[in-house]
C-alpha cells in the first residue's frame, strides 16, 4: 500500500542505536498527551509533528468538564492555565429567539459545578506541545512521515520514514516497539489499518467575533436555525467564535454565494445583541471552512500499531466532545500500556489484547459521547421533515421542564455521564414528549388522529439513534457474546426493545 514502507538493507543500514517504545505520529490533542503521560511513566516516546508552529484552526476550542477532567487525571491540567482561557458553566439553547439556560450539574465530591473551558486551539496545543518537550523520555521531531516501515516478513508496523522541515528536508527513518498513528481527522495513515471511511455530515464556516458579549457569559450557545445549528462561544477576553452549520454542498465562497447564504438565511436567527457583529465579521473576515465528518470506531488490524484520536473516531463537533473522546482514550491508554515492560510491548499477543480491552473500555464514554452528537445534530438540522421539526421542539420543551430533564442530557454532554442506556432512555422521553406535545395541541375531535400520528416520532427517533448505537457497538461484537449471532437485526431489535422497555416502566 501506497502509505506503507517495506523495510529493505538500506533503510536497515540507517537504522539509529535508539528503538523508542513509541513513536508518535502527529502532536495535536491526543498526541501529545500521550507521548507526554507514557513517557512521565518511564517509557521513550519520540514525537513527530510536521510543524511546531501554534495552529491556527477552528477546531477544538471548547472542552468539556469530561475533558478537564480527564486532563487533570494526566496530570497535564496546567495547560488550561495561562492562555486566555474562558471558563465555561453550561450552554444556553435558542429556538425560535427563545433561550434555554442548561447549566453543568453538580460535582457530587465537592458540590461545585462542572466546569469546562474554551480557549483559541492553537494556544492549548503549544501547550500540551510544550508539557511534551518538557517531559524527560519524551524526543520531539519536526518532521512530516511520509510512509510507515513494515516488516516484510511479518507485515508488523516496525516506525516511520520522515523529512525532517529543517533547511536539509533529510529523510530519516525511526523506529518503535509501537507506532501510533494520531495524524487528526485528514489522516493519510487510518486507511491502511481500519475499514471504517469518514462520512462528511456537512460543513462549520466560521468566524471570530470581536468584542461581542454573549446573552449567557460563560456558556456556551447554540442558536437552532432554519439550516442547522449555530454554535457560539467566547474563546478568549475580546474574542467569541462562531460556527455555522452548512449542510449539503458548501455554497461558493469566490462567487459571494456563501456570504449571501449567511447574510440572508441565517443572521436573522441570531439573538439581536450579536447580530451586527455577525454581519461585521461576514463582510470583513474571509471564512474558515471545515468538514463535519462522522467515522464509527472500527477494528485495527495490523501488528505493532495503535490508530488514536480522529484518525480513528470522529463525531459531529456540535457537543464539542471529540478533545473530551481523545483525552479520555489516552488516559485508558496509560492505564492499558505503561504497566508493560519494554518486552511485553514487542510481544503482539499481549498488544493486540490490550487493544481489544481498550476499545471494549472507550465504549463506556466515548460512545455516548459519539451517538449524542450526531443524534442531536440530525435532531437539529431539521431541514423541511415536519416529524423532525416536531422533535426539535419536543426536545427544546424537554430541557425546559427542567430538573432531570436537564441534569440527564447534560451530564452526557459534559462527558461526564457514559450510561448509554441512560441515553437512550432520555432521548425516546424526548419523543414521548413531543408526541405528548402534538397531542395536546391537536382539537378534541382530532386527537386520536393526533395520536396516531405522533407515532411516527417514536419511529423517527429510532430510525435516527438506533442505526447510530449499531455503527458504535458492531465492531465490538467479537467482545459480546449477546453479539456473536450472524443475523444483523438483532443488533437494532436488543437497544430498542430494552429502551423501549425502560421507557414505559419510568413512564
Ligand atoms: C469544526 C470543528 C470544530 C471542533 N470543535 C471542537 C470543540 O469545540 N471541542 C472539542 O472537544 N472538539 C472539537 N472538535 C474535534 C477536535 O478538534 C478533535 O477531536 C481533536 O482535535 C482531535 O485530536 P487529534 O490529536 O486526533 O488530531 P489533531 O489535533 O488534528 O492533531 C493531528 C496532528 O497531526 C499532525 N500531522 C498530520 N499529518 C502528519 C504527518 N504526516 N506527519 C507529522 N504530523 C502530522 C498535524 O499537524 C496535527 O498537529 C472540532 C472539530 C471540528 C471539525
Known sequence: MATLLPLNPKILASKPSEIYDFVVVGAGIFGSAFATTLAKDGHQVLLVERDFAEPDRIVGELLQPGGCQALKTLGLESCLEDIDGIRVDGYAVFYKNKPVEIPYTLEPETSTKYQGRSFHHGKFVSKLREAARQTKGVTLLEATVDKLLVCPDTDQIMGISCTTKDKTNSKQYHFGKITVVADGCFSKFRKSFTTSTPETMSHFVG?????????????????????????????????????????????????????????????????????????????????????????????????????????????????????????SDVVRLRQLLSPL?????????????????????????????????????????????????????????????GGICIDGPVGFLSGIDGNLFRLIYHFFRVCLYAQFLQIQAAPLLLKPWALLSSMLLILKGAQIILPLVYAEFYFLRPNFQIFSTSRPHVYFLIPLLISLFLIYIVN
Do not use: W
Not at 423532525?388 to 427544546?396: K, R
Open 341 to 401: 515492560s519494554s518486552q511485553e510491548l514487542c510481544n503482539q499477543d499481549i498488544l493486540s489484547a490490550k487493544v481489544q480491552e481498550f476499545h471494549y473500555l472507550r465504549s463506556s464514554s466515548s460512545t455516548v459521547i459519539n451517538i449524542l452528537a450526531c443524534a442531536l445534530y440530525r435532531l437539529f438540522q431539521s431541514e423541511n421533515d415536519p416529524s423532525l421539526l416536531q422533535l426539535q421542539e419536543g426536545c427544546f420543551e424537554y430541557f425546559k421542564l
Open 207 to 327: 468566524f471570530l467575533l470581536e468584542d461581542c458579549p454573549l446573552p449567557f457569559p460563560n456558556h456556551g450557545h447554540v442558536v437552532l436555525a432554519k439550516q442547522g445549528p449555530v454554535l457560539l462561544y467566547q474563546i478568549g477576553t475580546r474574542d467569541t467564535r462562531v460556527l455555522i452549520d452548512v449542510p449539503g454542498k458548501l455554497p461558493s465562497v469566490s462567487d459571494g454565494s456563501l456570504k449571501k447564504y449567511l447574510l440572508e438565511e441565517v443572521a436573522e436567527y441570531l439573538p439581536e445583541q450579536l447580530q451586527a457583529c455577525f454581519i461585521n465579521a461576514i463582510e470583513n473576515q474571509k471564512p474558515r471552512v471545515m468538514p463535519n465528518s462522522m467515522l464509527s470506531p472500527s477494528p485495527i488490524v495490523g501488528s505493532g500499531i495503535l490508530v488514536a484520536g480522529d484518525a480513528f473516531n470522529m463525531r459531529h463537533p456540535l457537543t464539542g466532545g471529540g478533545m473530551t473522546v481523545a483525552l
